[in-house]
């Protein structure tokens, strides 16, 4: 890692009252980036992926938001091609994630989805000079008392030896009973050659209690904020916008019609139509309710 990024690293824990060492769990490196279009006069658009998935999972969307402005789509923390550490908190998240951003020119628009949500979040709140509008998709800043932790048990389960091709790992990921779709998206994350997972199983199943809370950050970011939702998803119900008002009070609802909580992949453009809006949106047009649905091209 150059003295630059190191130094951009050690200033952002500084920020947050952290102490900073080299060696004790936290990524030394920058998160791995995948860049869609070339730099605009506008701000670029940071994309964070949720739990499981990487940034690959989001290039459809990424590219043809592109034709506006560039896109960096990111591999969070012990996912995909970025560096693997033993901590993976909102804290260190939103650290990673400024750093992009610093490393892109100092200010970027953000979308998050679910643990790249609340990533997201944190990040605005930590960093708010960092984030110019901020999209969270299908989740708040609350604790969910479910587990995703069946799904890596799932994952263990999986004999690499075995694995040909990812319908072999599909098929042993139904005999642990996950529905197709994730069985799709989990083997996404399969490195079949090398036989082994993108996915820090073990930092992950650790760290599993701090991935479904969200951190007291004694913070609140007043800048633009869209919280948009899969209608069919249960994850951001209507007793959660208390808690988002408080930390976001110039939040905005909406809501995707038919999708549940991957409304990216459910809605694709009804999501990109969402975003686009938001991100292009005059701030003097935009004091009318702060609620409703989103309804696609």
Request: net charge neutral; proline share 5%.
């Amino acid at each position: 890692m150059d003295e630059a990024a190191l130094s951009i690293r050690e200033t952002n824990w500084r920020r947050m009252g952290l102490a900073w060492a080299r060696g004790r769990g936290y990524v030394d490196a920058m998160l791995n980036r995948i860049f869609h279009g070339a730099p605009t006069d506008r701000p670029p658009l940071v994309i964070a992926h949720g739990l499981y998935g990487s940034g690959r999972n989001w290039g459809v969307i990424a590219r043809r938001l592109s034709d506006e402005r560039q896109v960096i789509a990111v591999d969070m923390r012990n996912h995909g091609a970025s560096p693997w550490s033993d901590r993976h908190g909102y804290e260190e998240m939103a650290a990673d994630l400024a750093e992009v951003i610093e490393a892109a020119g100092g200010q970027a628009d953000v979308v998050g989805h679910s643990m790249g949500g609340k990533a997201a979040m944190a990040l605005a709140l930590l960093y708010p000079d960092l984030v110019r509008r901020l999209v969270v998709a299908d989740i708040a800043p609350v604790t969910y008392t479910h587990t995703q932790l069946p799904y890596i048990q799932a994952m263990r389960a999986v004999d690499l030896d075995r694995v040909e091709r990812r319908s072999d790992a599909e098929a042993m990921l139904a005999e642990q009973g996950v529905e197709r779709a994730l069985q799709s998206f989990f083997t996404q994350s399969l490195d079949v050659a090398n036989r082994r997972w993108r996915l820090n199983l073990d930092t992950l199943e650790t760290e599993m209690a701090r991935i479904m809370s969200f951190p007291e950050l004694g913070r609140r970011w007043d800048g633009p904020a869209l919280f948009l939702a899969g209608a069919e998803s249960g994850y951001v119900r209507p007793e959660h916008r208390d808690a988002i008002r408080a930390l976001f009070p110039k939040a905005r609802f909406a809501r995707i019609p038919g999708a549940g909580h991957w409304l990216h992949a459910e809605r694709p453009r009804e999501f990109e139509a969402a975003v686009r809006a938001f991100l292009n949106a005059d701030p003097a047009e935009e004091n009318g309710p702060a609620g409703g649905q989103a309804r696609g091209a």
